[in-house]
């Protein structure tokens, strides 16, 4: 099996249990209602199991694809030229097809409960407008995925940049993810995850999938500019190579024009 077969399984059985843990557990809080009134509990409990979820697949499947299983997170290491146009376009396809199936899954499992409906429980898609728990509306949804996914990404980007401490980039992108999902789902259920978004839409249908645009385009945005904002602080090595040659060739070119003067 080639290495690119490898990555690509790795991406889509990554991402389907992505979606699987994360997804469900969001399901079973804010459909099912399994801890009762308590919102603030079942908030803490989805935002805790796509950290932890997030964090365990970093370790597993991370020494074979990176372990991006979110194309926000592929699209911002193509920027920061740490993969190929062919990578992130496979890595693409992997998500995707990942998360359908992760969805589909999820969907075969609470089929099974005489309490389950998937029009009224549904698949825990993102929404914004009345499908949003504080009624943003689709400005505000963009903006809040453009700046939780930029902050992820970045985080992501810093923790897995050459010489970083592998053995804490796993719970600190974790950490991060659940602190973005904890303030993101009142808002639109927080994607900070195309993919994520994907599966759950295709499935429900619905408001769900003519929303779906949003939560394709603004975290790959969001991506765009955290890619932007780290390459400002962490320049690639040829980048620094550059600067430092041209410094070198601007000392020297200062010394010759001093020559004659002496």
């Known amino acids: 099996m080639g290495m690119m077969a490898r990555k690509f399984a790795a991406e889509l059985a990554g991402t389907a249990l992505l979606v699987l843990f994360g997804v469900g557990v969001a399901i079973l809080v804010l459909g099912f209602r399994v801890f009762g009134t308590s919102l603030a509990a079942g908030l803490v409990a989805v935002a805790l199991a796509f950290g932890l979820v997030y964090a365990a697949l970093v370790y597993v499947v991370g020494p ?70 504080l009624r943003v509306s689709m400005g505000g949804a963009f903006l809040v995925e453009v700046v939780l996914t930029g902050v992820f990404v970045l985080v992501v980007l810093s923790l897995t940049r050459e010489g970083a401490s592998v053995a804490v980039s796993g719970m600190g992108i974790g950490i991060a993810l659940a ?84």
């Open 179 to 262: 602190l973005a999902n904890l303030i993101g789902i009142p808002f639109d259920g927080a994607s900070i995850n195309p993919a994520r978004s994907f599966g759950p839409a295709i499935i429900t249908g619905g408001p769900a999938l003519s929303q779906l645009w949003l939560f394709l385009v603004a975290p790959l945005v969001g991506s765009l500019l955290a890619a932007g904002f780290h390459l400002t602080f962490h320049p690639l090595p040829s980048e620094i190579r550059a600067a430092h040659d041209q410094a070198l060739a601007q000392l020297a070119g200062a010394e010759e024009q001093r020559s004659p003067q002496r």
């Open 64 to 133: 074979i694809s990176g372990g991006h299983v979110n194309p926000a997170v592929t699209f911002g290491a193509y920027l920061a030229r740490r993969i190929t146009t062919f990578e992130l376009l496979s890595y693409w396809a992997a998500q995707l097809i990942g998360a359908i199936l992760g969805t589909l899954l999820l969907w075969l499992m609470f089929s099974t409960s005489p309490l389950y409906s998937k029009s009224r429980i549904g698949l825990g898609a993102n929404g914004y407008g009345p499908s949003s728990l």
